[in-house]
């Protein structure tokens, strides 16, 4: 698919320019970028259709690839065709990033792992923009990238392993693998996210950095340390409810569908204490499990509530539901962050 195609694209474009072949690339490979930009450009519009990580995905693969190709000293596509790409890309892309991503950073998919999918993709984009000398997005999108990393800083619910709460659809995507930490720990992509995005470092130097070393190897310790004090309670988009306890997070995922949701698990609570995942979500790992794919978008697989053996909303194919839940009334007392 389109998406598949674009990550293959930022896949070539890293090992190019960590081996320094990104300005003078071999006919051949820019052949392949070519043909993977015609694959993206001519079905770019079902994935901004999804509202989901398809749209962001494909829309920087071609808006970074076409720049990319026009790096080249001798390119195989003509400027004029490469620049149409480019500016589609990345007008598509700032159009996904203000509808995608709300003002305190929840991504449309609601989904820890996917959101991680959507920050490692604006790792790749904003790197190339530096080193391509890319006009900087607008001070609206900007703010809009920052509170998406915060987001994901503020889920990481173990310091010592990066682990996050289980939640939302998770299909074992990892977008960037410079580094050889475990698949659950979040720390390389917010460590890396950060330093491209701000120059600094979110945690203290550890085996986390070594995507931030791949990119910037001769300078990324000089990036000054900035850790982030989270608050004792914060509701994020009227969508994720979080608490802070010395040695106790807990987090619930509050229904409130601005678009379709993946599973029944309206007000699933997840509960870590002394960085342990206590009580959880079951994760699925797999679009096609076989006779268990039902069983883990259903409301067992989640630590919530279910009457009897009703499910929270009816089926209506694969990946849709119908009457989607929606809270009407929340608030969060300022005195005290209490609930």
Same mark, same amino acid.
């Given at each position: ?16 320019? *960590? ?9 051949? #490979?820019?052949?392949? *970028?070519?043909?993977? #930009?015609?694959?993206?450009?001519? $079905?770019? $519009? ?8 398809? !749209? ?38 700032? =159009? ?8 305190? !950073? ?9 959101? &991680? ?26 703010? &809009?990238?920052?509170? #998406? ?30 580094? =050889? ?5 979040? &720390? ?6 950060? !330093? ?18 791949? &990119?910037?190897? $001769? ?21 994720? #409810? *979080? *608490? ?38 079951? !994760? ?56």
């Amino acid at each position: 698919c389109g998406q598949e195609t674009s990550i293959r694209v930022m896949k070539l474009i890293t090992t190019a320019q *960590i081996l320094k072949q990104d300005t003078k690339a071999s006919k051949s #490979l820019q052949e392949m *970028i070519a043909e993977h #930009l015609e694959r993206i450009i001519g $079905n770019i $519009n079902y994935a901004i259709a999804q509202n989901n990580n398809h !749209g962001t995905s494909e829309a920087s693969g071609l808006y970074i690839g076409s720049v990319w190709l026009l790096q080249q000293k001798q390119s195989l596509i003509t400027a004029k065709q490469l620049r149409q790409w480019k500016n589609k890309g990345r007008k598509v892309l700032e =159009n996904r990033i203000l509808k995608l991503i709300d003002h305190q !950073g929840t991504f449309a998919q609601r989904s820890v792992n996917y959101h &991680r999918v959507v920050v490692d993709t604006m790792s790749w984009v904003l790197y190339a923009m530096e080193c391509y000398n890319e006009p900087d997005f607008s001070k609206k999108i900007k703010i &809009r990238l920052q509170k #998406l990393g915060e987001w994901q800083y503020k889920m990481i619910a173990s310091t010592t392993t990066g682990d996050v709460p289980n939640i939302g659809s998770n299909d074992g995507a990892m977008f960037e693998t410079l580094h =050889n930490c475990d698949y659950r720990d979040f &720390r390389p992509s917010t460590q890396l996210f950060f !330093g491209v995005f701000k120059n600094k470092r979110l945690f203290d130097s550890g085996e986390f950095d070594e995507a931030l070393f791949w &990119r910037y190897p $001769n300078r990324y310790t000089e990036f000054s340390l900035k850790t982030k004090e989270q608050p004792q309670a914060e509701v994020l988009d009227n969508q994720f #409810l *979080i *608490i802070n306890a010395t040695e106790t997070k807990i987090v619930l995922k509050i229904p409130s569908n601005q678009f379709r949701p993946s599973a029944c698990d309206a007000f699933h609570l997840d509960v870590w204490h002394k960085g342990e995942n206590v009580l959880c979500d079951s !994760g699925s790992y797999s679009y096609n499990a076989g006779e268990k794919t039902a069983w883990f978008k259903s409301v067992q697989a989640h630590n919530t509530v279910q009457f009897g053996d009703s499910e929270q909303m009816p089926k209506i194919s694969r990946f849709l539901y119908g009457n989607w839940l929606d809270v009407k009334n929340m608030s969060l007392s300022n005195a005290g962050n209490k609930i």
